[in-house]
């Protein structure tokens, strides 16, 4: 499996997670990147030498540290990479944009009873001392103790409003509209060309501050499966990666998600969470010409997570 350099990669949120692993394998096969990401000052300095991996294996890459959500700032990325292309085209275009409002909908019902403080009350010891030893088992790895460590904590003085909603499924969901249509009127797309969006198993279930993102992860299936209809003339293809919980910057945002890698941990049959890794060899096996006849797919990357029912 490989690429030619004249086949491109344009990666919203390429600085980390499945932005980051999917420039990196595509970059291994040959491909060209263009990475654009928002990242602060402070944080280059663990980003640039990501990227100097990429281009010391080989690959050229162009990155752009604007806002890709801003119309203005996605016109000018695609003005400079218009030229970079010469007669290349882009192949790929994967939305991973990682920019949501993680709040509960209301404040939560506290639970007056806890297993942990029954079980101190049986064995005759302090709640505090056993709860600390059991949060500290499980911030181990421990998944097993899952039913015994503290409950998430959530802010009990924020919660999600109507301008949340608005600007998570904008920056999550509908902005790669803009990004598909400006590629394509401005004739950079490749004539076979694939595009991605990267959605969770919280598009059917509810974790508890998910829900602005759950709203935005729907919008972009939606809004996908239109793309792949009202583009496919063009030798567009588009199709939506379901992941299973991976351990990512942004998952680490999400409030209790330790104890969503946990429950995964105990159901998934491999034994294991996903990694950004396994997502971006998908990815490239979707962009090859042998897959080119799947097209407005929601495909789960998740080793039987998903349909497991069983806890180890």
């Known amino acids: 499996m490989h690429f030619s350099p004249d086949q491109w990669a344009v990666i919203l949120g390429g600085s980390s997670g499945f932005g980051l692993a999917t420039a990196k394998r595509l970059g291994e096969l040959g491909m060209s990147l263009c990475i654009v990401h928002r990242d602060r000052r402070a944080a280059m300095s663990k980003i640039e030498p990501e990227f100097e991996k990429i281009r ?3 690959a050229k890459l162009v990155t752009k540290n604007v806002d890709a959500l801003a119309a203005d700032k996605r016109d000018a990325v695609l003005d400079e990479l218009a030229p970079e292309l010469g007669d290349g085209r882009v192949r790929v275009l994967l939305h991973s944009v990682a ?6 909908l209301v404040a939560e019902a506290k639970a007056k009873r806890t297993v942990a403080g029954e079980l101190a009350a049986k064995l005759g010891v302090d709640v505090e001392k056993l709860q600390n030893a059991v949060d ?5 790895g421990h998944p097993q103790a899952l039913g015994l460590a503290s409950a998430p904590d959530y802010s009990d003085k924020h919660f999600l409003d109507d301008e949340d909603f608005t600007r998570t499924i904008h920056a999550m969901g509908t902005s790669l509209l803009g990004w598909v249509q400006q590629l394509h009127g401005r004739g950079l797309f490749a004539a076979d060309a694939r595009v991605f969006g990267l959605t969770s198993e919280g598009n059917e279930v509810a974790w508890k501050g998910y829900a602005a993102v759950a709203a935005a992860k729907v919008s972009l299936e939606s809004l996908s499966r239109s793309i792949a209809v009202e583009f496919a003339p063009y030798g567009i293809r588009c199709n939506v990666i379901q992941a299973g919980i991976t351990h990512t910057p942004a998952q680490d945002a999400i409030p209790g998600s330790s ?5 995964a941990l105990s159901r998934n049959p491999m034994g294991r969470l996903t990694t950004p890794e396994d997502v971006a ?4 096996l979707l962009a ?4 080119g006849w799947i ?10 997570e998903h349909i497991s029912g069983a806890s180890s």
Do not use: P, S
């Not at 060899?281 to 490239?284: K, L, N």
């Not at 097209?295 to 998740?302: H, L, M």
């Open 295 to 304: 097209n407005g797919e929601v495909i789960r990357v998740d080793g039987g």
């Open 259 to 263: 104890h969503m890698r946990a429950q």
């Open 56 to 58: 010391a294996g080989g």
């Open 288 to 291: 090859t010409d042998d897959a």
């Open 136 to 140: 500290e088992v499980f911030a181990a």
């Open 99 to 104: 920019f949501g409002n993680l709040k509960l």
């Open 281 to 284: 060899r998908v990815i490239a």
